[in-house]
């Protein structure tokens, strides 16, 4: 069976071959850190071992809840933030047909998101949307106080009461929360709401493979057994302790190693638009487990060929801080050929005959050499195709080399200091009770 491979070829005339074979002890030890929770961050681990310790009987579970929130909704709203909606948007949107938003009749639910954002007109407009629809809600947050999800969940809770009654809004409603404490806990105990728990020892960017990721894909109607078998696979790959069969280890050492050449900025490319949330997802995870102590990769995307006639000339002649890992799928899902044309007008007749994704290969490659030539290293991550055990094996790669990278720059991966700076400020300013000092600071400010 193929599984997700690496290709550096595109790296090799950017870096020193015998510095970069000098990462294999490094990445090994690094490796050891987190299989064995020694390194910084090591209470964050529960994921690592995640794929093989899920039960038949969590997934049945989750597949169970799923099921019934199908058969009495037409939208499931999963409210979320940061790591509690990105995974499960992202699988999602990678899995689904293009268009099936619409559609008026599909054979799942659609599955919609709140709590992602403070926007007031978005969240009226999905208010407005659901008015005449028999809808559901998914709440994940660990506290239940995280402003946008909190706020996003008083609404939709109180319009489901107030639609169904609370009897029925109580069957409507599912909490993915804290095992015993916090005030979404406090409030599914006291409402009997069905629940899942988010474990501990997983952070929200690393939590897709736990109910908070899997139940909102089981609502969409995916197979989250091919997902998690996925995972397994790369979770065994991403353990050999050796350096030219480890794709996790190639693509966590080729990043620091351009890293320490300047090459600060990495952009996650795809030529396909149904990997875009997948490159959202991974901006937070590389993002929020790199960016501190004034170090790490900026985690920037692009989507081509689309991006190539607003971002590609910058790629090619700008600011030579970039390298770019383009995401390359082998087979589409479907098959569609360019037909001739008697007058040819458009002079593609020497294309007729010949797929689509022939062409947009022939963009990839030509792109890729196009890059190269403009000093723009390129890392190649080739996946067979668009399923969900392909899908699970590219989570569980990047999480797995998100881990190593951020023990090569000598930083924690699994936290996120610097994301209550601006809760802080938030709080103060809204004049958060417990935050009259911060407010009376802040107000002085800005006056």
């Known amino acids: 069976m193929k599984h997700l491979q690496v290709d550096l070829k595109n790296t090799s005339s950017f870096i020193d071959l015998e510095k970069f074979n000098n990462y294999e002890n490094r990445v090994i030890e690094n490796n050891e850190q987190v299989t064995k929770k020694t390194g910084k961050g090591n209470d964050f681990l529960g994921w690592v071992e995640l794929p093989g ?110 639609r169904f009654g609370k009897e029925e809004a109580s069957k409507r409603i599912v909490a993915i929360t804290d095992k015993s404490k916090g005030a979404l806990r406090d409030l599914t105990d006291q409402e009997n709401y069905k629940s899942f728990v988010i474990d501990d020892d997983i952070g929200g960017r690393y939590s897709v493979l736990t109910p908070v990721g899997l139940l909102p894909i089981a609502c969409a109607g995916f197979d989250i057994n091919a997902i998690i078998e996925g995972s397994k696979s790369m979770m065994h790959i991403a353990d050999k302790n050796s350096f030219k069969e480890n794709p996790v280890y190639q693509y966590a050492a080729i990043r620091h190693l351009l890293y320490t050449k300047g090459k600060t900025t990495e952009i996650l490319a795809n030529y396909n638009p149904r990997l875009n949330f997948i490159a959202e997802w991974w901006k937070q995870l590389y993002g929020e487990s790199e960016g501190k102590e004034n170090k790490g990769i900026f985690p920037a995307s692009v989507s081509f060929t689309a991006d190539l006639h607003s971002l590609g000339q910058y790629i090619q002649e700008g600011l030579r ?25 458009d002079k593609l007749n020497y294309l007729a005959g010949k797929p689509i994704d022939y062409v947009n290969k ?10 190269v030539d403009g000093n723009v290293p390129n890392i190649k991550i080739i996946l067979p195709e668009i399923s969900e055990f392909y899908i699970g094996e590219l989570i569980y790669f990047f999480e797995k080399a ?30 958060k009770p417990g935050f009259e000092e911060e407010t009376k600071k802040i107000k002085n400010r800005i006056s």
Do not use: W
Request: proline share 3%; hydrophobic share 40%.
């Open 402 to 431: 998100c881990a190593i990278s951020g023990y090569l720059l000598d930083v924690n991966p699994f936290d996120q200091p610097g994301v209550e700076a601006y809760k802080k400020n938030m709080f103060a300013l809204l004049e």
């Open 53 to 162: 310790h899920i039960s038949q009987d969590q997934i049945t579970e989750i597949n169970s809840t799923a099921k019934s929130l199908r058969e009495i909704s037409e939208v499931i709203v999963v409210i979320g933030i940061g790591g509690s909606y990105l995974g499960a948007k992202a699988v999602i949107e990678t899995l689904s047909g293009q268009f099936d938003y619409l559609k008026s009749e599909i054979e799942n639910p659609h599955i919609l998101f709140a709590g992602q954002n403070l926007s007031e007109d978005y969240h009226y407009e999905l208010l407005d949307f659901l008015r005449e629809k028999k809808y559901s809600v998914v709440a994940i947050s660990k506290s239940g106080t995280t402003t946008e999800p909190a706020i996003a969940f008083r609404i939709f809770r109180q319009n489901l009461e107030a």
């Open 321 to 345: 801080n970039i390298f770019e890992t383009v995401i390359s799928i082998e087979k589409t899902r479907y098959d569609l050929t360019i037909p001739q044309d008697e007058d040819n007008f």
């Open 362 to 371: 022939m963009a990839e490659l030509g792109t890729t050499l196009a890059h």
